[in-house]
């Protein structure tokens, strides 16, 4: 079970913004999409999700066409928290929360009590009875993770029965460090408990310290994909980001370091 892409291109107009591009998202695996700005990271993104249809190629979703899913389907299966959010009305962050778990059937009690567990994962508890409109950026970021982690919910207690995924497209940029940590952290977390986990990132080491699995994108297409400590070599990133770069050993973690020269 995977939520597959295979050969997938995506036009608008005359731009062709992905090119038969291949992406598997595998439950239990984190994969980060990275490249420079224009790369298509968006845009392979929003075609994994539904919101954009494929010029060319198939999608899956454990094991269907997407066409063969109903929209609460899908939303029971995959969970994207975008970059901004467009939210304006005065809820209380708790209830922006429970939003996520509409495509369920569970029960109030139930779904108040999973929303109170996302806040606290996410480590936004204490904002709940606060109103989302007046939040900082980085604050509503978080109630956002908290939301989409609400709506395809499992703990270590629950068994998947279907396969379900997280997508997260730049889901730091708004954040100061330690939260940029705490969100890849919860990310690791996620995959840990049996989800496949796809996040858009810019920042280099993040990838290296939480991807397993990692795709470059450039003008559209897949320059390369495969481990993350394979792919992450030195003349390709700098040929990447047109930037000299080392990739070097971590000196006090085991993953690899990047350092623009």
């Not at 499992?154 to 730091?172: F, G």
Request: aromatic letters at 4%.
């Amino acid at each position: 079970m995977t939520l597959t892409a295979k050969g997938i291109s995506y036009r608008v107009g005359r731009h062709t913004l992905v090119e038969n591009v291949d992406v598997e998202v595998m439950p239990g695996r984190v994969t980060a999409v990275l490249g420079p700005n224009g790369a298509g990271k968006s845009s392979l993104l929003n075609v994994l999700t539904g919101e954009a249809s494929p010029s060319a190629g198939q999608m899956t979703l454990n094991g269907e066409p997407y066409a063969a899913w109903c929209r609460e389907d899908i939303a029971r299966q995959v969970a994207v928290l975008p970059q901004k959010s467009t939210l304006n009305f005065p809820f209380h962050a708790l209830e922006v929360v429970m939003m996520g778990r509409i495509p369920h059937a569970s029960g109030h009690a139930r779904d108040l009590e999973i929303a109170q567990a996302c806040l606290k994962e996410a480590g936004c508890l204490h904002l709940a009875k606060r109103s989302f409109p007046v939040l900082s950026g980085g604050e509503q970021q978080r109630v956002q993770l908290a939301r989409v982690l609400a709506q395809i919910y499992n703990d270590a207690s629950e068994s998947l029965e279907i396969a379900r995924y997280l997508l997260l497209d730049e889901p730091t940029a708004a954040l100061d460090p330690a939260h940029q940590q705490l969100t890849l952290e919860i990310a690791r977390r996620q995959a840990t408990l049996g989800l496949g986990v796809l996040i858009i990132l810019h920042d280099l080491n993040l990838a290296a310290r939480y991807a397993d699995h990692v795709l470059l994108l450039q003008n559209g297409r897949c320059i390369a994909q495969g481990a993350t400590d394979t792919v992450l070599e030195d003349e390709r990133l700098s040929a990447l980001y047109q930037l000299p770069m080392r990739v070097i050993d971590h000196p006090v973690r085991p993953h690899k370091l990047v350092v623009a020269c």
